[in-house]
């Protein structure tokens, strides 16, 4: 039986936000608890909370493990640009104990298929816009799941027309929200590892490079206090990552405003 979701969900073992070994997701998880209803993102005139954001991934992150059984050290690519749904997605890999592997948005079926090869994933979350590139990867079994999600006002906010002829394996992200599944208990920590960048270089294999929940949090961390430092006006470096982004302002809490054509 589904088990609903919580406001606040416990983490179990995992090691308290802050601290060297922490997950990743304990940092949202935190900011949830203490600012529950500030903004965390406003994109295009959308306004997401980090109440909400917490939510959003608990349910994500229950759906994928019941619906496409996703483990612990699984390997979930996510190609999408950066706006609400893909916070959403990010912290929702996180939180089944999953590595996210970063793919460009605009990359081909080929391309997707040899970082799916490359890291060992079997299931994908990707923008609307991707679902006849992600079709084949399903039909040849490269892929046993994906989620689609529509990116609002973009391209990608007309796609969710073509719900009716996806194919097996391939599911709506606002149907995997909606359903309302819990996740399982966290077991991963600092040196476990978090996020993957799968870089395309050209027709051969791809690079990888792997960061651990507590590589990314230190990384982003150096960042934040540098920015700090800087005032609190300082804007945003205009080529830095959205998730490395993402991740300073929620260890700052602050509101993060994404700019329309960003790109993980």
């Not at 304990?26 to 993102?41: F, M, P, Q, T, V």
């Not at 966290?186 to 040196?191: K, L, R, T």
């Not at 206090?225 to 830095?240: H, I, K, V």
Request: aromatic share 4%.
């Amino acid at each position: 039986m589904a088990t609903l979701c919580r406001p606040h969900d416990a983490s179990g073992t995992a090691a308290a936000p802050g601290s060297p070994d922490s997950h990743l997701f304990s940092h949202l998880e935190a900011r949830a608890l203490h600012d529950h209803d500030k903004y965390a993102i406003v994109y295009r005139g959308q306004r997401v909370g980090y109440g909400e954001l917490h939510r959003a991934a608990l349910c994500l992150a229950g759906y994928l493990q019941q619906h496409f059984e996703v483990r612990r050290g699984d390997r979930v690519l996510l190609a999408m640009p950066a706006c609400p749904q893909f916070a959403m997605a990010w912290y929702g890999v996180l939180r089944c104990d999953a590595v996210v592997v970063m793919v460009d948005p605009d990359t081909s079926s080929a391309a997707l298929a040899r970082c799916a090869r490359s890291t060992g994933a079997r299931v994908a979350i990707v923008a609307a816009g991707l679902q006849e590139v992600i079709t084949p990867l399903l039909a040849d079994a490269s892929l046993r799941g994906c989620l689609v999600a529509a990116c609002p006002d973009t391209a990608d906010a007309t796609a969710p027309a073509q719900a009716a002829v996806r194919p097996a394996g391939m599911h709506g992200l606002p149907d995997a929200l909606a359903a309302g599944i819990g996740p399982v208990p966290m077991q991963a920590c600092g040196p476990d590892p978090a996020v993957m960048a799968c870089m395309l270089d050209g027709p051969g294999q791809p690079r990888v490079a792997t960061l651990s929940h507590r590589a990314f949090a230190v990384m982003t961390s150096h960042a934040s206090q540098a920015r700090g430092r800087e005032g609190p006006a300082a804007p945003w470096p205009a080529d830095a990552s959205p998730m490395a982004l993402l991740n300073q302002a929620v260890m700052r809490g602050d509101t993060l405003e994404l700019p329309a054509a960003s790109r993980p």
